[in-house]
């Protein structure tokens, strides 16, 4: 991989198109995201956002164009290896392991780094066990950054649906990324949590470094954390800027926003 | 009420973290120990067979419990591993590597039910594995330079080297060890990595993926060790069964096992030894409650089968997560005595929502 | 007609014939399926209860063949009513793997009573086509095949008509597709199921009736079910002319393996077909192709 130079974009999407049968989701999407700062795409059902984020991601395979991760090109990368890459999403319908403790999802989240020979897995040399008290230390480090504490052993079939939106976030921490893709992080939560999820994803670009890229249709959570805006519609970018630009711009205020 | 008391970090994800739960473990393999040294040949026997099955369920919970694979013809891998071992002995191979190397084979063998399996899931998976074993068992018939075909195949006795193991309380013993080893092996695996990996995979598929799991290595892997825990215990078998014949693997048998893991409980290994001991105890009792019954509903085979539906009907139905759910229950009632609540574990109304679009 | 020839065109015939049945099977089965996504592993045991009724209205109670046959049909149909509704009702909402071993469970229940209350021996019954066939272009077919085939017919037929044009039919599409929608639109979802099985008992009642002669009257009868579901794998999952035309097609195949392929092929053919169509071609030839959303 090619050391990143300050004037290139993170992630760079060239010309990107997706057909589903006789279904144009995404159409000649140009988009770039610079390190360090937090983009949200906007746009109304429909226009590809998701499915954007799933071609990135490596769900489905594209029909065309580029994908550059500082440099190189991720379309043809299977699935699996995105999380080396440092790319870690969440997902609009929760994607979490429902029979499973919190602990645990955090602990599969940390599943990239080694963890032991299958043979010392079997007989749980001491290696393992050290391996695994610093998985462990690395996941109550994101328990504490998001305060999550009191539902550490509790299973997540059990939790309400805010604080299991909290674990995925946790979840997609603990890989350690360096572009963190939201696929709708506001949905289901209300205010009070939405102003909480504003400062964390704050946090994770000031203190962690994390690059973040957020599907979103709360404008609120938009205005107050992200830096840039790219608003979707018909597979294609129809405005992009500072939200304030996007928010004005009549374009999308006709597509999307109304009056 | 139990209070847990850890001074360490790494005490607190140990295996029996507590004293009393060393205690009473500890106890109960003493007493499996000791056992020969008061049991009569009759009661080694049958639990002898008694810890065969447990292997092959335990083998059948790791695909079904812990990664979420359906399999309805397990009793091929049971077959496999038995016709396998049956075979390397003839050939005058050691049993203290036969065994091993059968189960290698039917680990193998796993791996090829594996690849194109991977491809389908749940009620597909379910099918292709039925047929997978219908397949096995006709080519078993077939196949009789090898495995004598369907008039079948004597066994060796059990020895290591000159030492004949084919005594009950030797035979017991050696289908102790080899459970003790592979339900401690097992276990330290759930509990690693590749046991996580394994339960992200049946839990969500998407979510695995996005973490870096390679999804459909894990499902290869979970095929091939199931298979080969399940055909170590089909070498078990044909020591137990002195002669082997491709009718003594049907469906019945994998649908038996399949029993033992769902009454057991899907997604522990406990419920695994559970159910097998559940499952293989109920023709001893059945046939113990025979002579109560009139004539004609005697007939062995109808009755037994009848019980195995409506035990399995009955776990369906009231207690889904089988018997280590039961077990649970208990254990949490004991442990919050007396601030118990009843309802602690009461099930909610759901509506069908279609698996169509899963 | 030349030798080969004659061959091909009566296995042809007889594939067309056996593969009737397992189309019929088939049928009973993905209408459930189709309704309430529960894989009916209990269907060939509903024909095993269905071939014993005939059995003992027939040559026990001497009553004609048309009659048994109705008064079979109700009372299998009343039986799978009764399953849905005492039983299978009691998972709606559970996962697709708990009505899976509900099921199972169901067909273990009823061949073990069956097995007690009649015995381990084979038995038959005369049917009005037994023993005669007919020639067709050189070829014999038995009556009662031919008999199968056209009741295979018959009930595609109605079948048809049935979802298209019936109220009844399009509430049970609905009731498929959405629960909680057509509770919310008035269907009475539960009802609506267990009518689906009883339609379903219904079908699997004049498969066995009909088969039974051929096969003789005892529990192995529910092994077609295997069959009807690699029938059904190969027409594709969850459509109803795909469960004619995969049934058809095992027939014929079958047939075909038993004479043009090696020793024994014949008895794993169905289930060789069953796997390779699930890991090449999934959605088989006539059903839809389904993704998750993520």
Known sequence: MSPLSNTQPLLQVRDLSLTFGGVRAIAGLDMQVHAGEVLAIIGPNGAGKTSTLNAITRVFDVSGGEILFKGQDLARVPRQRIARFGIARTFQNIELFDAATVMDNLLLGRHRFGHGQWWQQLLRTPAVTRMEEAARAEAESVIEFLDLSPWRNSLVSSLPYGVRKVVELGRALCTRPELLFLDEPASGLNPEETRELAFWIDDLRTDLGITVVMVEHDMSLVSAVADRVICMAQGAVLAQGTPAQVQNDPAVISAYLGT | MRFDYHTRYRDSFKLFSHASERLLYGALIGALLLLPLVGSAFVLGELAYVFILCIASLGLMLLTGFTGQVSLGHAAFVAIGAYAHAWLMSKGAPMLVSIPLAGLITGFAGLLLGLPAIRVSGLYLAMVSMAFAIIVEQLIGQWSSVTGGFTGMAVEPARIGNWSLSSPAAFYYLCLLVLLAVFFALLNLLRSAIGRAFMGVRDSEAAAYSLGIHVQAVKISAFALSAGVTGIAGALIAHHLQYLTPDGFTLLLSLELVLMVVIGGLGSLRGALLGAVLISMLPLAISRIKPLLPGQMATQFGLEIFIFGLTLALFVLFEPNGLNGRWLKLRALLQSFPLYRRDTFKRQKRYMKSERYR | ?294
């Open chain 3, 1 to 294: 007609m030349s030798d080969s020839v004659q061959v091909f065109g009566q296995l042809t015939a007889n594939g067309i014939t056996v593969g009737a049945i397992y189309a019929l099977v088939a049928l009973g089965v993905v209408l459930i399926y189709k309704a309430t996504e529960v894989l009916n592993f209990a269907h060939g045991d509903l024909l095993v209860i269905a071939a014993f009724s005939a059995w003992g209205l027939i040559t026990v109670l001497g009553l004609p063949f048309w009659l048994a046959l109705l008064l079979t049909v109700v009372f299998t149909a009343a039986i799978a009513y009764a399953l849905d509704a005492w039983v299978i009702r009691r998972i709606a909402g559970q996962p697709q793997f708990a009505g899976v071993m509900l099921t199972i469970a169901l067909a273990f229940m009823i061949r073990g009573l069956v097995s007690m209350a009649f015995g381990p021996e084979s038995r038959n019954y005369a049917t009005p086509w037994s023993n005669s066939t007919t020639n067709i272009a050189g070829l014999q077919i038995a009556d009662l095949q031919l008999v199968i085939l056209g009741m295979a017919m018959a009930v595609t037929v109605v079948l048809y008509f049935f979802f298209r044009h019936t109220r009844l039919g399009i509430a049970m599409q609905a009731a498929s597709q959405n629960q909680l929608a057509a509770y919310l639109n008035g269907v009475r979802v539960k009802q609506v199921n267990s009518l689906v099985w009883a339609l379903a008992g219904a079908i699997a009642a004049l498969a066995g009736v009909l088969l039974a002669p051929i096969t003789l009257v005892d529990t192995t009868l529910w092994l077609v079910t295997l069959k009807a579901l690699a029938a059904l794998v190969l027409g594709g999952f969850g459509s109803i002319p795909g469960a004619i035309v995969g049934g058809l097609l095992i027939g014929l195949v079958e047939q075909y393996a038993g004479v043009y392929m090696p020793e024994g092929t014949k008895d794993i053919v169905a289930y060789l077909v069953l796997i390779g169509v699930l890991i090449f071609r999934p959605h088989g030839l006539l059903g839809e192709a389904h993704g998750r959303r993520v």
